[in-house]
């Protein structure tokens, strides 16, 4: 299953909502994850099954979607929020990434 | 709180075998609805999924890895490994151990750091 996402990269202010869209080229009900890999780092958990918060992730992240279409919102942006954001379905083996939305803070 | 630890050699001759280890701390490694998988990440590019073992022994590969992919765990030190045969530049990347959940479809909720992996003569 490909996954794409829009788009590749954003700029945005500090206190600014974006959107990221993440597709995927069949069906997989809501298995989506979400994932934030800041510079140098290892990634980090966001989202699982399209719309759930891992433990401890901030409630400025939220997310949305079934079927083939999802998006990852982040409310409130901050200078940390600065990182790549990934899709994942897992729907089906082989899991599959999204190629990545870099955010950059303005 | 689990945590997850790679090791291995950073650097690797083509043709020669990768293999890493990741060590599993904090928490049950013997039981639980756990994958214990293995991702990387070519330099500048996106992540791939390598495969996963469970705790019974059984294990499931990416068809593009398959030939070359072995996942084994060890459970008397909570650790589970990879091995991947006949490297070549393009296996040049960061490898990371992570845990799936599968219960409640949680996924992937614990990374390790990852480890940098160079194959290069």
């Known amino acids: 299953i490909q996954m794409t996402q829009s788009p590749p990269s954003l700029s945005a202010s500090v206190g600014d909502r974006i959107t990221i869209s993440c597709r995927a080229s069949?069906?997989?009900?809501?298995?989506v994850a979400w994932f934030q890999q800041k510079p140098g780092k290892a990634p980090k958990s966001l989202i699982y099954?399209?719309?759930s918060l891992h433990s401890g992730v901030p409630s400025k992240f939220s997310g949305s979607g079934s079927g083939t279409d999802f998006t990852l919102n982040i409310s409130s942006l901050q200078p940390e929020d600065h990182a790549t954001y990934y899709c994942?379905?897992?729907?089906?083996?082989?899991?599959?990434f999204g190629p990545g939305t870099t955010v950059d803070i303005k | 709180q689990v945590q997850l630890q790679e090791s291995g050699p950073g650097l690797v001759k083509p043709s020669q075998t990768l293999s890493l280890t990741c060590t599993v701390s904090?928490?049950?490694?013997?039981?639980?609805?756990?994958?214990w998988t293995w991702i990387r990440q070519r330099p500048g590019e996106g992540l791939e999924w390598i495969g996963y073992?469970?705790?019974?022994?059984?294990?499931y590969y990416n068809p593009s890895l398959k030939s070359r992919v072995t996942i084994s765990l060890d459970p008397s030190k909570s650790q589970f490994s990879l091995k991947l045969n006949s490297v070549t530049a393009a296996d040049t990347a960061v490898y990371y151990c992570?845990?799936?959940?599968?219960?409640?479809?949680?996924?992937?909720?614990?990374w390790g750091q990852g480890t940098t992996v160079t194959v290069s003569s």
């Open positions: 992570v845990r799936d959940c599968f219960k409640d479809r949680v996924g992937m909720d614990v």
């Open positions: 904090g928490g049950s490694f013997n039981s639980g609805p756990y994958y």
């Open positions: 073992v469970y705790y019974s022994g059984g294990s």
């Open positions: 069949q069906d997989i009900s809501n298995y």
């Open positions: 099954a399209a719309s």
């Open positions: 994942q379905q897992y729907n089906s083996y082989p899991p599959t």
